[in-house]
């Protein structure tokens, strides 16, 4: 659509500014809102050699006539030499969570491989795995 091919084009041509090798890998679609001024919102999830980058988005904004407007995000520069695969299992990373769940009712309901690219440091791949408590406090 002309919404996101604007943007796609704004991200392209600022490929040097922001850091990133390819802007269409990179940045990958996610969905597009428009709210009560008729601004386009187009939010972007970052992306290395397939994995999510973990809380990198970037969001561009589009004015009611398709002119973007501005971007806002968190984003990192691409990153360099960084193993997309895990040196444990996605099971070995649940077993491992499960160790430091304190509730007795806490259990691990997920595990998803990302790329972990914290600001100023060095990126790693990393499981993400979601712990849930199903212990309800009177």
């Given at each position: 659509?002309?919404?996101?091919?604007?943007?796609?084009?704004?991200?392209s041509k600022n490929i040097a500014a922001l850091a990133l090798e390819d802007a269409s890998s990179d940045l990958v679609f996610l969905r597009s809102t428009q709210d009560s001024t008729q601004r386009t919102q187009l939010r972007y999830q970052q992306r290395h050699d397939g994995l999510k980058v973990w809380?990198?988005?970037v969001l561009v904004q589009l004015d009611p006539h398709g002119n973007v407007e501005l971007m806002v995000g968190a984003y990192v520069p691409s990153p360099k030499n960084v193993p997309t695969v895990a040196t444990v299992s996605g099971e070995d990373a649940i077993k491992i969570a499960r160790e430091h769940i304190t509730s007795p009712a806490g259990h691990v309901t997920e595990q998803e491989l990302l790329i972990y690219a914290p600001d100023g440091g060095n990126a790693s791949v990393a499981?993400?795995?979601?712990?849930?408590?199903?212990?309800?406090?009177?």
């Open positions: 659509n002309f919404e996101e091919t604007t943007a796609r084009r704004f991200l809380g990198r988005e499981y993400r795995c979601s712990i849930h408590d199903t212990l309800v406090n009177h």
